[in-house]
């Protein structure tokens, strides 16, 4: 799959989907079977991500299946792993349903771990977001940024470049592992984006390494993950993350402590993820329920309220059923600078971090 700019910048678009399609609803007999079911076992999915606090809530309010969340922060190929692990198990540290990263989409279903399923509103997920037989599809995307905690530098920097100062010394941090999170993968892909603008799969992810090496030697880089909490107590007073997880902690925060997130002006770069559900599901129409419910014009507006682009953005934009107030919240990005990694570039950058990461950066 090749995520193209024009796919998925925010804007309305010609779509070739009628609305009557859009809003169409899952049938009585899936409603009913999901309930028979009684719950839904999801996992990797935190509250402040995305808005699926609120998005989890509303399904069990709609429909009056339990959610039993796993792991809120493992990172995708935990979530992969939890499949594999619990494939004869129909328990409930099986998940139904997983929320990944572009790349592991299709790894899980070469590896026979997700089953097809399309969804009412398939026809407006755009074509090089989805698996044309329904094994994965897009969800939402988000703008790779670093957050600042403005009581300890009140002078934001704005770059990556910026970040090699030694006045940010003991104070940048990256939100997990590299080679099992996304969002790290990608931050490592952005930064050598920021060295080599035109670089591509295992050239940016190289660059990527070699400018998080220069950060940690310069003694910028801190070996702590960054979060919330981290970052409150001064931990890690700047960290990358999707602009969607920033935006919801700093609300969070509500200026205690202040906090301003930035979107690198040396590389913007966009992330999507994808569901699927899992071939060895527990609970197979509650996940198709599930499915239902998110790709839905209010599970898509459920992830826009968490700052999240939802994948069928262009659709809804074009009926007319997004909030302005719901516009307004997202963060300006300048028009033709963001850059949709495709699977093929993302797919090499994941194998290269495996490669080097270890032996670049010294750890484990």
Not at 46 to 58: A, K, L, R
Not at 129 to 149: C, Q
């Amino acid at each position: 799959m090749s995520v193209s700019v024009r796919a998925l910048t925010l804007g309305v678009a010609t779509c070739a989907l009628t609305a009557s399609a859009a809003l169409a609803e899952p049938s009585q007999e899936l409603i009913a079977a999901a309930k028979a079911e009684g719950q839904l076992t999801t996992i990797a999915l935190p509250h402040n991500w995305c808005g699926y606090g609120e998005v989890i809530q509303g399904f069990k309010d709609k429909y009056g299946i339990t959610v039993n969340e796993l792991d809120p922060n493992a990172g995708s190929a935990d979530e992969l792993e939890a499949i594999k692990a619990n494939k004869g198990n129909t328990g409930p540290q099986a998940p139904d349903v997983i929320d990944v990263g572009l790349s592991f989409g299709p790894q899980a279903m070469a590896e026979g771990l997700i089953q097809p399923y399309k969804v009412s509103t398939w026809d407006s997920i755009p074509a090089d977001a989805k698996d044309p037989d329904g094994h994965w599809y897009g969800d939402y995307y988000g703008v790779l940024a670093f957050a600042v905690n403005k009581d300890i530098f009140p002078e934001a920097p704005k770059s990556f470049a910026d970040l090699l100062d030694p006045a940010y010394a003991n104070s940048v941090a990256l939100p997990g592992d590299p080679r099992t999170g996304n969002s790290t993968i990608m931050t490592v892909y952005a930064a050598g984006l920021s060295e080599q603008p035109a670089a591509k799969g295992a050239d940016a992810l190289n660059a990527g390494v070699a400018y998080m090496k220069a950060l940690k030697e310069s003694g910028n880089l801190v070996p702590v993950d960054g979060n919330a909490q981290n970052f409150a107590q001064g931990t890690t007073p700047i960290y990358f993350d999707w602009d969607y997880n920033l935006l919801a902690m700093r609300d969070a925060a509500n200026g205690n402590p202040e906090v301003e997130v930035v979107v690198p002006s040396d590389a913007v770069l966009a992330g999507v993820y994808v569901q699927a559900i899992s071939a060895y599901a527990p609970h197979p129409n509650a996940a198709k329920l599930w499915m239902e419910y998110l790709y839905s014009d209010e599970g898509q507006l459920g992830w826009l309220k968490g700052y999240c682009h939802p994948i069928r953005f262009d659709d809804m934009m074009a009926r007319g059923v997004i909030p302005q107030d719901l516009l307004d919240k997202l963060p300006p990005v300048p028009a033709g600078t963001t850059v949709f990694p495709t699977l093929d570039e993302q797919t090499a950058a994941k194998a290269t971090v495996a490669e080097v990461w270890a032996k670049e950066m010294g750890v484990q």
